[in-house]
């Protein structure tokens, strides 16, 4: 029997032979697909612009830097991304510590009960008034009066009083203490101009002339040599004034000092011209260059009234008997200050009768003046020397006086004379040295008062 002829293969099943070519096809297409791909992966999309710069985020000075999202930041190290400015702030000025305090003086107020009412340390101020120059400025106070501190929690940082227009009080607190020094404040010094006539009074005249009552009394005391301001003054008297305005900080702060001045006293005109020489004397001349001072003042007090003239056949007030009255009694208020008539010295200080506690000077070799009724004196002890304008003790009613007033005497070699019409020696010119300075100074001022229009001017015309 013969056997069937056998095929010699590979055993596979069919179904498997049959995938073959299936699988040689996806190995194609993997070989293609995944290089195209890739390239698609590289490639740009056309609807992205070339090269777009990553978006800048401004961030706020205040915000935290924590609060951003870190995907809105350029990528580190990315050199095409640009860099945000700054934002500019301002830097706030340092502030001091403490509070400031500004303590107005009350009546009856005390540096102690200041500081005690505004709970500040009391052992601060004691250290305070250790120190020199701050209880040379602290020690007296009045009310109206005002002192700025800085404190913190009771401490002192820092004290200032105004001590004058320039001048400043300054305290502060160092490591060490306390310090205080004074500071000077510029003002600035501009020229003014005021005139008047006299209707009812000096002051009023003053007032509406828009200059201030000590302006008005340093020019009484300037012409006080020359016009007896309180019984020579008549309606339609005329002034003319150039003076210093004080500025500071862009304000008018105060008056300075008369430059020039010119009083028209019942038709006599009357001229002074301030100035100060080389040696730093300052004083008043006339035009043509004599002191308008005298040896003597007209009077010891400053706008009294006269109580009783100089007169040989008085009748005395508490006496009644005919009394000469050898000299002037000028009425004041107890307290008034009684001035020097000129430089002399002090012969007598003390009680003298019916006058009650009076001072006699002794002027040169032939002259003495005696001031009666005194309230009490100013400081001094005989042989002391005075100066014109010291104060040497202040009116009262003591000895035989019906109220308070001045009596004020004149003698010359024993003999009395009336204070109010007796000549008066004059007292030293300006140097011979200073007359062409004078005169450089005096010219522009002059003119000054020449252009002023006045009654004496008009009647001259």
């Not at 009391?122 to 040379?136: E, F, G, H, P, Y």
Request: charged fraction near 25%.
């Amino acid at each position: 029997m013969v056997e069937p002829q056998r095929y010699t293969r590979d055993y596979k099943p069919v179904v498997f032979a049959a995938q073959r070519p299936m699988h040689r096809l996806l190995w194609f297409v993997a070989g293609i697909g995944i290089p195209l791909i890739c390239i698609a992966l590289i490639t740009p999309s056309n609807n992205t612009e070339p090269n777009q710069p990553t978006p800048v985020v401004a961030v706020d000075p205040g915000t935290d830097m924590l609060d951003i999202d870190a995907g809105a930041m350029p990528a580190p190290g990315d050199a095409s991304a640009p860099i945000a400015e700054a934002a500019a702030t301002e830097v706030a000025p340092a502030r001091l510590p403490g509070t400031e305090l500004t303590m107005i003086v009350r009546r009856g107020d005390s540096l102690d009960r200041l500081f005690k009412r505004n709970h500040l340390s009391r052992t601060d101020l004691a250290n305070i008034m250790d120190l020199k120059v701050a209880r040379q400025h602290l020690r007296l106070i009045k009310p109206g009066d005002e002192i700025v501190v800085r404190r913190e929690q009771g401490r002192i940082l820092r004290l200032e009083r105004t001590i004058s227009i320039s001048e400043v009080l300054n305290v502060r607190r160092t490591d060490d203490g306390f310090t205080a020094e004074t500071r000077r404040e510029a003002l600035e010094s501009r020229p003014a101009h005021a005139t008047g006539t006299i209707k009812s009074s000096l002051f009023l005249a003053a007032a509406d002339a828009g200059i201030s009552d000590r302006t008005i009394m340093n020019l009484a005391g300037i012409f006080a040599w020359d016009v007896d301001f309180m019984l020579d003054i008549r309606q339609g008297d005329q002034f003319t004034v150039v003076y210093e305005e004080m500025w500071k900080d862009g304000k008018r702060v105060a008056e300075g000092n008369i430059l020039a001045a010119e009083f028209i006293n019942q038709g006599e005109s009357f001229r002074a011209i301030r100035f100060e020489d080389a040696g730093s004397r300052v004083d008043y001349f006339t035009p043509d260059g004599k002191s308008v001072r005298k040896a003597f003042l007209r009077a010891p007090l400053t706008f009294s009234r006269i109580s009783s003239n100089f007169n040989p056949r008085r009748r005395h007030p508490k006496l009644n008997t005919i009394r000469a009255h050898k000299g002037v009694d000028y009425a004041a208020a107890t307290g008034t200050p009684i001035r020097a008539a000129g430089d002399g010295k002090i012969i007598h200080r003390g009680r003298k009768g019916g006058y009650g506690n009076a001072v006699i000077l002794q002027h040169g070799g032939n002259i003495t003046t005696l001031y009666a009724h005194m309230s009490r004196f100013a400081s001094g002890h005989i042989g002391k020397r005075v100066r014109q304008g010291d104060i040497i003790g202040y009116v009262g009613s003591t000895g035989l006086a019906t109220g308070p007033h001045l009596h004020y005497e004149y003698r010359r070699n024993g003999v009395h004379l009336n204070p109010r019409t007796v000549k008066l020696p004059d007292a030293a010119p300006l140097k011979p040295d200073y007359l062409a300075d004078f005169q450089r100074v005096a010219a522009p001022l002059l003119q000054q008062l020449d252009a002023t229009p006045t009654l004496l001017a008009d009647s001259s015309t």
